[in-house]
């Protein structure tokens, strides 16, 4: 088992910048690939970034390519999106997920974070 605890959520204006972590207690951190996934209201949940476990493989949806970056660190057991250029369109709840990096690419994971809300206003 794995748990993930998101945090880092908030209200921003647009073009503005936030930090949004998942700290992973449990089972081995560095052996799952980790993924970043938002659901606005009214949709479904969508991929938006993923790392494979090794850090080597960086994937991201094309709606954020370029604005945001994944990253990990195995020594806190912690994943990092921050999120720059920020557009009311991005406004949505972000889970984190962890999972191999097939299923996480796919928009799926072994296991689910809580969420935190991010609101980019206009």
């Known amino acids: 088992q794995v748990q993930l605890v998101e945090s880092g959520g908030g209200l921003v204006q647009a073009g503005g910048s936030l930090r949004l972590s998942c700290a992973a207690s449990?089972?081995?951190?560095?052996?799952?690939?980790m993924g970043w996934f938002r659901q606005a209201p009214g949709k479904e949940r969508e991929f938006v970034a993923a790392?494979?476990?090794?850090?080597?493989?960086?994937y991201y949806a094309d709606s954020v390519k370029g604005r945001f970056t994944i990253s990990r660190d195995d020594a806190k057991d912690t994943v990092y999106l921050q999120m720059n250029s920020l557009k009311p369109e991005d406004t949505a709840v972000y889970y984190c997920?962890?999972?191999?990096?097939?299923?996480?690419?796919?928009?799926?994971?072994?296991?689910w974070g809580q969420g935190t809300q991010v609101t980019v206003s206009s």
């Open positions: 449990g089972r081995s951190f560095s052996s799952y690939a």
């Open positions: 997920g962890a999972g191999s990096t097939a299923q996480v690419v796919a928009g799926d994971s072994a296991y």
């Open positions: 790392i494979s476990w090794s850090g080597g493989r960086i």
